[in-house]
């Protein structure tokens, strides 16, 4: 239960072997390749030539997997809606980068990659000329009344005419003058609040009077436009838009029987994720002339793996390793790998979400994860809610299929579920019911609960100072141990012997006692600060300074009544939800009585669980990790496989 002890490795082999190693590296999925260019090796220039070969190639890789990735987005919709429960309940399939690379040489990935994208293609040439022809239609249909053609208007001899719309205007103006004219004729086909269509006709001879009059009336030609009568034309779209129809039909009948396909699109993106990061990592290597150095971090568990992997990949003759423990100058440098046992791992989530430690840090996890179940608990704090929790994280874990990381998290609240059932035992509370036996009433108790949120308050402040004097021992600060732990320990330790000679057990004794030990403390961080100063004026000033943190100490125990607040006010809400239902008549409460319970316990389910898991982890980042815990670490990031849609499997273990 602490962090994992690092190795540093540097490797040196032949160019020849480098893509082999690479992948072998990244079948582990477990050693960081450092970027050598940027550390002491800086200095050393690469083959620009070289670089530029390798970024090219990266952003070829990219281009592939953006390629891919745009066709199954295209492609999944159109494919058979598989059931949720079903997909979580299926294994992925388990395949060595060898069996990945083998599986892509049974199918071509950019003819794939072509095929769909030409379809989607198709489909989008044929969805822009549907759309063309509604609007053609929508136009059309307006003139269904028309009965002639542009080529019916050009046969006449003697007059001319012109198909085309007028503008609506106040009290019809220019309808009234076109209809007023001695030298049109106007006869209207269709009107709608925008406009009249309309066709005019007039003598050939009088065109050069009557086309200023029609511009002048806003008549906008669009005689171009009937090639043919408007009821021929309608059935010409009809018949195309049919033809479109059955090309979508096709096409979409097509896609929907492409499950292998989508297979090897995945198939295709991992392979290609694979390789692009495997590129992308020959970006931290130094390259000689013949040579090429590698550094990395791995954990020291994971050495014999390692190295038995370079036996199987490459002759003895063929690379030097080189093994190192991890030096003091590297620790800002080194990733942080947690290790914990499977009670406590889960909480490993908490710490991520603050900070990792530091290398040379101690790992916070397993110190916060009984106050963190505890105090998740004690806010949740109903049988019924905590059962909801179990059951559903159970069901989860046993029956459905999950990522390692969506995993965890289901593992960090399966956890949590029993405590919120063990308070709400204490609390007597199911489902706002209060059950026969109740330990501490939400409303009768209320001063008695919110004494004991003080008191794991104070614990858990008390076992953050002694954390804290400890890790300064260790690093030979004795003085900060006294002036930073030990003192306030002394002081707390002091206060609540007090209280208890003044308020239970009324003795003056105790009370003496208390005041003393009180007053040792803080004199003992006076005097600390004074022996670590140099100039002791100032270190008596510092050590008064540091008194003064008495009122941040007090806001600290006082924040820890948030755990009283809201344990007691999801259980009355929850009370007032069933007082609600109560109301309701007989007959009422089996139909949409039930409905309610269920609406309205569901709500206050996601509002206690979530106000839990934010002021749990408001407890542990400000009052408990402030007392001991800087964090700043980075977590180790592998050579590794992206594993979206299969699970790796490493040939060499």
Known sequence: MAIAKMKKLTLISFH??????????????????????????????????????????????????????????????????????????????????????????????????????????????????????????????????????????????????????????????????????????VEEVYQNRDEH???????????????????????????????????????????????????????????????????????????????????????????????????????ESRLSSFKTALKATLEEQEYSLLVEDIKEEDYERVPVVLTNNDYIAPFENVTEMYSLPKYNEIDPTPFLAPFYAFFFGMMGADLGYGLILWIATFGALKFLNFNPSMKKSLKFFHLLSYPTMLWGLIYGSFFGTELPFVLLSTTDDVITILILSVIFGVVQIFLGLGIKSHLMLKYNDKYGSVSDGFGWIAIFTGLIVLLLGNMIFESDILTQAGIIIAVSGALAIILASVLASENKGLGVGLGLYNLYNITGYIGDIVSYTRLMAIGVSGGSIALAFNMIIGFIPPVGRFTIGILLFVALHAVNIGLTMLSAYVHGARLIFVEFFGKFYEGGGKALKPLKASEKYIQLKNQNE
């Open 16 to 185: 020849e072997q480098k893509d082999q190693l690479l992948q072998s590296i990244q079948a582990l999925q477990k050693f960081e390749v450092v970027d050598l260019p940027s550390t002491d090796l800086g200095d050393y220039e690469g083959s620009p030539r070289q670089v530029d070969e390798l970024e090219t190639l990266i952003k070829n890789y990219q281009t592939r997997i953006e390629q891919v990735q745009a066709t199954l987005s295209f492609l999944q919709p159109h494919l058979p809606k598989t059931a949720l429960l079903k997909k979580l309940r299926e294994k992925p399939k388990e395949l060595s980068l060898h069996d990945l690379a083998k599986e892509m040489t049974k199918f071509s990935a950019e003819d794939l990659v072509e095929n769909l994208l030409s379809k989607e293609s198709e489909l989008k040439t044929i969805a822009e000329r549907q759309k063309d022809l509604k609007e053609e239609e929508a136009f059309l249909s307006s003139w269904k009344r028309l009965n002639f053609s542009q080529a019916d208007v050009q046969s006449l001899k003697k007059i001319t005419g012109s198909v085309g719309t007028v503008p609506q205007h106040v009290q019809n103006e220019y309808m009234n003058q076109l209809n007023n004219h001695e030298l049109i004729f």
């Open 197 to 299: 269509g309309v066709i005019v006709f007039y003598d050939i001879e009088h065109e050069d009077v009557v086309k200023p009059l029609l511009n002048e009336w806003h008549f906008d030609d669009l005689t171009a436009n009937f090639t043919e009568k408007p009821s021929e034309l309608l059935k010409k779209i009809e018949k195309e838009q049919k033809e479109l129809q059955k090309q979508v039909t096709e096409i979409n009948a097509q896609l929907k029987k492409m499950q292998d396909e989508e297979w090897q699109l995945m198939l295709a993106e991992e392979y290609y994720q694979a390789k692009l990061d495997r590129e992308r990592s020959k970006l931290f290597l130094v390259d000689e002339k013949h040579l090429f150095i590698m550094e990395g971090w791995l954990e």
